[in-house]
Every structure is written in C-alpha cells, then in structure tokens.
C-alpha cells in the first residue's frame, strides 16, 4: 500500500466509500473505519498500520494547505 487510491481501495472493498466533500473529514472517517475493520480482525495489523500512515501523512499535507 503506497497512496490515497490504495487506502481508498481497501476500503471500496469493505463496502466503504467516503466523500463528505471536506477533506480533513474524510480522512478522520477513514480512519474510523479502518480503525472498525482492524478490531474486527478484518486487516491485518500490517495493513492497518500502512493505510493509517498514509492517512496521517494526508493529514499533514490538508492541515498545511488549510493554514496557509
């Protein structure tokens, strides 16, 4: 898992699609929901771990644009 897309993809095969329209609130939903899938023994701990660091790097990236 490398992108947004991937992390996205995960979780289109849950079932799972996010758009609220606001960036920073769909990236604290796909935490949330990966957060479910993982205690749910639906991911691995690997996987899990990925997705959310690819998340919070996203997270940086919008906090910084909003900032400015």
Known sequence: MKSMYDVRQL?????????????SLDLSLMVDE??????????ETTL????????????RIVEGVEGE
């Open 11 to 23: 979780l289109k095969k849950y079932g799972t699609i996010i758009y609220t329209g606001e960036r």
């Open 34 to 43: 990966l957060r479910e899938l993982h205690e749910w023994k639906m991911i």
């Open 48 to 59: 899990y771990m990925q997705a959310l660091h690819i998340i919070r790097q996203e997270q």
